[in-house]
């Protein structure tokens, strides 16, 4: 009898160790610390194209090699390239231009007429405007050359200009201001036209 009442106890003493192993284990892992959480960061957006600026690029399609005593470069953008103001003691300021266009920028009948406009003076014919123009050699460049005088609103006033075609592009170079003083400065203008070398422009 004792025999068999100790068989009958050992599936109930098995049953609870079975039992008392699951609550352990079921405890144990209620224990464990949570898994971390793994956080994606977004990648960093793509640095954006910067947009495309319709003003023209700062890179100078001209370069000079002597720069005449008194001239002082002034701010340029756009078809102008660049820009000299020379100042006389009494008198109003003279500038020098260099500006640049595509093509034949409207032929040299058309420029003679600015530039006689500029200076207080009518328009011509095509054939008249063309005989004020004559051919001058400066450095390795032959430039059209066109001089005026007459009179604006402050006075006297002249100009000279030289023109160029060169890489597709029409250069205009042009000293403006009072009579005496473009007078005086025709030499270096001409010295500074001899240095010019012209670049093909960037696009």
Known sequence: MHIKSRNNREPKLFGKFVFLVLICIFALQGCQPDEPMVYQAPKDPKPSLPVASSAPSSHRSVSWAYLPSGWKE???????????SIEKSGSRKTEVTLVSLPGESGGLAANVNRWRGQVGLGPLSDKDAERCVSSLQAGKVTYQWVALQGKDANGDVAIVSAMTTIHAQTWFIKLMGPVAV????????????????????HE
């Not at 002034?74 to 000299?84: L, V, Y």
């Not at 025709?186 to 670049?199: I, R, W």
Request: hydrophobic content about 40%.
């Open 182 to 201: 473009v007078h005086e400065q025709e030499p270096a203008f001409k010295k500074f036209l001899a240095g010019l070398t012209f670049e093909v422009p």
């Open 74 to 84: 002034e701010k340029s953008d756009g078809m102008r390239q660049a820009a000299f």
